[in-house]
C-alpha cells in the first residue's frame, strides 16, 4: 500500500506547559527578577525540532482552558507545528515549569502541575488512531504513563500502530510526576498487578510500552526503571529484549550508545560546546533522531547529527526558540569534521 502523502512525518504525544527561565544564570530561583516564557515539554519541543528540521509534526496533548493555553497553541502553530490535536481542559490549569541554570550541570526543574497537568487528560476515545497508525514517526514519553486517562490512551495509540513505522518511546523518567504508589490504584484500593489500576511499579508499564515501540530513548537511570540496567551495553541489550529495534543510551559527557537489533552499533563522544543551558538538548536530539531515521541515513550518521543538534540548544537559554534549523547543524558538523 502506497503511504499517504498527508501523513504527518512525526507526531509526539505528551506534556506541555510554559517554562519559565530566569534571564541570567547562576541565579537562585528566589533571587531572580526577570524570566524568560517559552514554549515547553519534552515530547512538544521534539515536534519543534523535528519542525525546525524540515519535518511535518503534530502534537497530542492538553492545555488549561486559559490564556496560557491560548499562547502554547499559538506558539505551536508560530513554529510550525499542527495544533488541531492540542485540545483544552477546563479543569485544570495549564502547567508552568521553573528552572535555576547553573552551568555546565546543573539544572533543577521546578514543576507545577496541580492539582493534575491537562495532558494527562488526554482519554484513548479522542484519539485520531487513523493519524496515529499513519504517521511515519510516533513519539510517546514515560509521563504519558504515569496517570490515567493518559496511560490508557497512550498504550492505545502504541496497539494502534502495531510497531509499523518508527515508533520511539522517549523513557523520560521523572519520579516527581508520578503518584505515590504505582501511580494507578486510588486511594484505599490495594496495589499489584491485579489491583484496579494494574502493575504495581513503573517499570511495568515502562515494559508494556516497550513490547509495542521500536526504539528506546533514554539515559542511564531511565533504563534502569524500564530494564534494572544502567551498564550502558547492557541496558541497551535489555532493551533491545524488551522488543524495541533500536536501543538510544544518552550517556552525558561520554556521549551517545546507539545498538540495532541487526548488531549495528554506533558509540560517538559528545560535541565540544560551552553548556549555558542543558535542559533542551535531549530534545533536539530526539527530534534530529527522527529526521535522520526518516531519512534512512546509516546509523552512524543519524547519531552524529543528533548530537549535533543537541549541542546546539545546550549551548543557548531556552529549548523551543533555540531548536536549530538544518543549516546551523550541518554547520557544526563541518566544524566537527563532516557527517
Partial sequence: MAADPLAFDLITMGRIGVDLYPL????PLGEADAFGKFLGGSPTNVAVAAARLGRRTAVITRTGADPFGAYLRAQLRG?????????EVAAYPTPVTFCEIFPPDDFPLYFYRYPKAPDLEIG??????????????????????????????????????SKSG??????????????????????????????PGGPAEPGEWYRRALSLATVAVGNAEECAIATGE??????????LGAG???????????????????????EL???????????????????ALCHGLLAGWELG?????????????????ACSTAMPFAAEVEEVLDRAGGV
Fill in 24 to 27: 541570567k544564570t547562576g541565579v
Fill in 269 to 287: 563522544p559528545p560535541v565540544p560546546v560551552e553548556v549555558v543551558n542543558g535542559l533542551g538538548a535531549g530534545d533536539a536530539f530526539g527530534g
Fill in 124 to 161: 484513548a476515545d479522542e484519539l485520531d488512531l487513523d493519524a496515529v497508525r499513519a504517521a511515519r514517526v510516533f513519539w510517546m514519553t514515560g509521563t504519558g504513563l504515569s496517570a490515567e486517562p493518559s496511560r490508557t490512551a497512550t498504550l492505545a495509540a502504541l496497539e494502534a500502530r
Fill in 79 to 87: 513554529f510550525g507545528v499542527d495544533d488541531r490535536w492540542a485540545g
Fill in 301 to 317: 550518521r543519524v547519531i552524529r547529527y543528533a548530537n549535533a543538534a543537541g549541542a546546539i540548544v545546550a549551548s543557548r537559554l
Fill in 230 to 239: 544502567t551498564e550502558p551495553y547492557a541496558a541497551a541489550r535489555a532493551l
Fill in 244 to 266: 524495541v529495534e533500536l536501543a538510544v543510551v544518552k550517556r552525558g559527557p561520554a556521549g551517545v550508545l546507539a545498538v540495532h537489533r541487526d548488531g549495528t552499533v554506533a
Fill in 166 to 195: 518508527i515508533t520511539v518511546f522517549d523513557l523520560d523518567w521523572r519520579p516527581m510526576l508520578w503518584p505515590a504508589g504505582d501511580g494507578s490504584a486510588k486511594p484505599g484500593e490495594p496495589e499489584g498487578p491485579e489491583a
